[in-house]
């Protein structure tokens, strides 16, 4: 909790942003129901089995709920990427965050969990067109369960248009079968022009604010 209040101070605090949006998927029935991921990449026609499940398979509870997202690799010469979130519309110097929970059974070996994003200048077209990597972390987790993820990413100078955002992945290594879950995913953005978000749950609209309040509101 305390990195996410973090993150909205850090994107709140940005000089001249139009818009401080925050998004949140949680898998849950209410939100995502029929929805596990916006795209996969890697080998074949399913690189990815992306599933919403419950119990027993682990379920992030910090904010209630009673699904998540279980994640398994389904490639096997290409580590696979499962696309969970699209912010576009943005310029150079925009800041992107994230804060995201993530179940690895095995912190000190494989499986391996990173998660990572990409530039591209397609979006919500043709996310799979890279322009520039964007970075992200290797194998966050510290201990076996749930570790809360925090990522930022500050938009570099590439060509301004409309299509030009960050993809929000998570890698699933190394080998087929491989797995694990993900849940209470938060998006935000500090977009001067304003910008659009893009999540498995919910969608937001230019200059829509949507706030941690707001969230909130939501699941009391
Ligand atoms: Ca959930
Ligand atoms: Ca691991």
């Given at each position: 909790m305390k990195s996410l209040l973090m993150l909205i101070a850090i994107l709140t605090l940005a000089a001249t942003a139009a818009a401080n949006p925050l998004i949140f998927c949680d898998w849950e029935d209410w939100g995502c129901e029929g929805f596990t991921v916006l795209a996969t990449a890697g080998q074949g026609p399913m690189p990815i089995f992306a599933a919403r499940v419950g119990a027993p398979d682990p379920v992030h509870?910090?904010?209630?709920?009673?699904?998540?997202?279980?994640?398994?690799?389904?490639?096997?010469?290409?580590?696979?990427?499962?696309?969970?979130?699209?912010?576009?519309?943005?310029?150079?110097g925009d800041r992107v965050g994230m804060e995201m929970a993530i179940y690895d059974e095995t912190p000190d070996g494989p499986p391996t969990v990173s998660i990572w994003g990409h530039w591209c200048l397609n979006l919500p077209g043709d996310p799979h067109t890279i322009a520039m990597d964007a970075g992200g972390v290797d194998n966050p987790g510290t201990e076996a369960g749930w570790s809360m993820v925090t990522c930022y990413w500050t938009v570099p100078d590439l060509p301004v248009g409309p299509g030009l955002g960050l993809v929000i992945k998570v890698r699933v290594g190394d080998m087929p079968g491989d797995r694990v879950w993900i849940d209470d995913l938060f998006v935000g953005a500090s977009c001067h022009g304003g910008c659009t978000w893009v999540s498995p749950c919910w969608y937001s609209v230019e200059n829509e604010t949507t706030t941690w309040s707001d969230v909130k509101s939501l699941y009391r």
């Amino acid at each position: 909790m305390k990195s996410l209040l973090m993150l909205i101070a850090i994107l709140t605090l940005a000089a001249t942003a139009a818009a401080n949006p925050l998004i949140f998927c949680d898998w849950e029935d209410w939100g995502c129901e029929g929805f596990t991921v916006l795209a996969t990449a890697g080998q074949g026609p399913m690189p990815i089995f992306a599933a919403r499940v419950g119990a027993p398979d682990p379920v992030h509870t910090m904010f209630g709920g009673v699904k998540s997202l279980r994640l398994i690799n389904n490639s096997p010469d290409i580590v696979p990427e499962a696309y969970i979130s699209y912010v576009y519309g943005l310029q150079p110097g925009d800041r992107v965050g994230m804060e995201m929970a993530i179940y690895d059974e095995t912190p000190d070996g494989p499986p391996t969990v990173s998660i990572w994003g990409h530039w591209c200048l397609n979006l919500p077209g043709d996310p799979h067109t890279i322009a520039m990597d964007a970075g992200g972390v290797d194998n966050p987790g510290t201990e076996a369960g749930w570790s809360m993820v925090t990522c930022y990413w500050t938009v570099p100078d590439l060509p301004v248009g409309p299509g030009l955002g960050l993809v929000i992945k998570v890698r699933v290594g190394d080998m087929p079968g491989d797995r694990v879950w993900i849940d209470d995913l938060f998006v935000g953005a500090s977009c001067h022009g304003g910008c659009t978000w893009v999540s498995p749950c919910w969608y937001s609209v230019e200059n829509e604010t949507t706030t941690w309040s707001d969230v909130k509101s939501l699941y009391r």
